[in-house]
């Protein structure tokens, strides 16, 4: 087998039916692949239908929400593939981006990670100049102000070269990479639940001298957030974990003495958004984004008073938070 596709879903089988027919059209390659959908105790019904339909493709469900990074694993775990990609179930692959991928990656043995252009419902680009989270990275406004005095050094690092160009990290939405690097890294770290765990494994690959890389020669289709946002209540679950996220990336990645100051000023930048926009809802209550804000701060005032009394920075939803 040269290629496994593994896709961690959570009820969203409308995304996933256009993604799994979009690999069915895939025939005309000389490239042995499976695809393995791991589901993620969506519970609603829907897991035996989809098994019947797409007969072909190899269905696992888990018994329980353990996030992205263990998803990924469980799938890993049963792939039978010497390369390993990553796919979101709300991306619509096309038939020739599969032997793009492949053939990028073998001719280019210093790449690690792979990934390809993405996107959205608009025809619109996704910007994938991406650097790795640091001080100045993590906080909106420094970055602002980071990136615009550096923005010459930073079109140098981004330069096309050979149909490639090299980001600090790529979204988990398409992720390439072989079997041996993802022993050597360990796989995914399941201290994140949801977010960041792809920034991590980049990481992780750069730090043992690999590349990551982005082949302007493919492109899928990708409508962000339809995985992980498709109501009001994973809404607002789901970006509260991206700030815990931010905190385990913080904890996992950062150097002692910039971990403090990165924690505390995470946690007042956060509390003064969140506070002002949870006010501001309360007269703009028609507006449902702005509402989703106060449902944040309360899931924060848990996560935090929980955070000091287990002494841990990981979300109550990681496999790892009991360990």
Same mark, same amino acid.
Not at 48 to 72: A, H, Q, R, V
Not at 273 to 290: D, G
């Given at each position: 087998?040269?290629?496994?596709? &593994?896709?961690? +879903?959570?009820?969203?089988?409308?995304?996933?039916?256009?993604?799994?027919?979009?690999?069915?059209?895939?025939?005309?390659?000389?490239?042995?692949?499976?695809?393995?959908?791991?589901? +993620?105790?969506? +519970?609603?019904?829907? %897991?035996?239908?989809?098994?019947?339909? /797409?007969?072909?493709?190899?269905?696992?469900?888990?018994?329980?929400?353990?996030?992205?990074?263990?998803?990924?694993?469980?799938?890993?775990?049963?792939?039978?593939?010497?390369?390993?990609? !990553?796919?979101?179930?709300?991306?619509? &692959?096309?038939?020739?981006?599969?032997?793009?991928?492949?053939?990028?990656?073998?001719?280019?043995?210093?790449?690690?990670?792979?990934?390809?252009?993405?996107?959205?419902?608009?025809?619109?680009?996704?910007?994938?100049?991406?650097?790795?989270?640091? %001080?100045?990275?993590? /906080?909106?406004?420094?970055?602002?102000?980071?990136?615009?005095?550096?923005?010459?050094?930073?079109?140098?690092?981004?330069?096309?070269?050979?149909?490639?160009?090299?980001?600090?990290?790529?979204?988990?939405?398409?992720? /390439?990479?072989?079997?041996?690097?993802?022993?050597?890294?360990?796989?995914?770290?399941?201290?994140?639940?949801?977010?960041?765990?792809?920034?991590?494994?980049?990481?992780?690959?750069?730090?043992?001298?690999?590349?990551?890389?982005?082949?302007?020669?493919?492109?899928? !289709?990708?409508?962000?957030?339809?995985?992980?946002?498709? +109501?009001?209540?994973?809404?607002?679950?789901?970006?509260?974990?991206?700030?815990?996220?931010?905190?385990?990336?913080?904890?996992?990645?950062?150097?002692?003495? *910039?971990?403090?100051?990165?924690?505390?000023?995470?946690?007042? !930048?956060?509390?003064?958004?969140?506070? %002002?926009?949870?006010?501001? *809802?309360?007269?703009?209550? %028609?507006?449902?984004?702005?509402?989703?804000?106060?449902? &944040?701060?309360?899931?924060?005032?848990?996560?935090?008073?929980?955070?000091?009394?287990?002494?841990?920075?990981?979300?109550?939803?990681?496999?790892?938070?009991?360990?």
């Amino acid at each position: 087998m040269d290629i496994s596709i &593994i896709i961690v +879903n959570y009820r969203s089988w409308k995304p996933l039916l256009n993604c799994l027919e979009s690999l069915q059209t895939i025939e005309d390659t000389k490239i042995n692949f499976e695809v393995i959908v791991l589901d +993620n105790f969506s +519970n609603d019904g829907q %897991f035996d239908y989809y098994k019947s339909k /797409f007969k072909d493709f190899i269905f696992i469900e888990n018994y329980i929400n353990s996030g992205f990074s263990n998803g990924c694993n469980l799938g890993a775990k049963v792939a039978k593939g010497e390369y390993l990609l !990553f796919l979101n179930p709300d991306t619509i &692959i096309a038939p020739d981006t599969l032997n793009t991928l492949y053939t990028t990656y073998k001719k280019h043995p210093e790449i690690g990670i792979l990934s390809c252009l993405q996107v959205d419902k608009k025809n619109r680009f996704f910007n994938q100049k991406n650097l790795f989270p640091s %001080f100045f990275q993590v /906080f909106g406004i420094t970055r602002f102000f980071y990136r615009k005095f550096t923005s010459k050094a930073l079109n140098e690092k981004f330069k096309i070269q050979d149909d490639l160009f090299y980001p600090d990290w790529v979204s988990g939405a398409l992720l /390439f990479i072989s079997r041996d690097w993802f022993k050597k890294v360990n796989g995914w770290n399941e201290d994140y639940w949801l977010y960041f765990e792809d920034v991590d494994i980049c990481k992780k690959i750069s730090q043992s001298k690999g590349k990551i890389a982005i082949t302007c020669d493919a492109t899928i !289709f990708h409508e962000h957030g339809g995985s992980s946002r498709n +109501n009001f209540e994973t809404e607002h679950i789901s970006k509260t974990e991206v700030i815990i996220s931010k905190h385990v990336y913080i904890n996992t990645n950062f150097n002692t003495l *910039s971990q403090l100051p990165s924690h505390l000023f995470l946690i007042l !930048f956060i509390f003064l958004e969140k506070t %002002f926009l949870s006010l501001l *809802s309360l007269f703009l209550f %028609f507006n449902l984004k702005l509402k989703t804000n106060r449902y &944040i701060l309360s899931n924060l005032c848990f996560y935090y008073f929980n955070a000091i009394k287990k002494r841990t920075w990981l979300s109550q939803s990681s496999v790892n938070y009991q360990k």
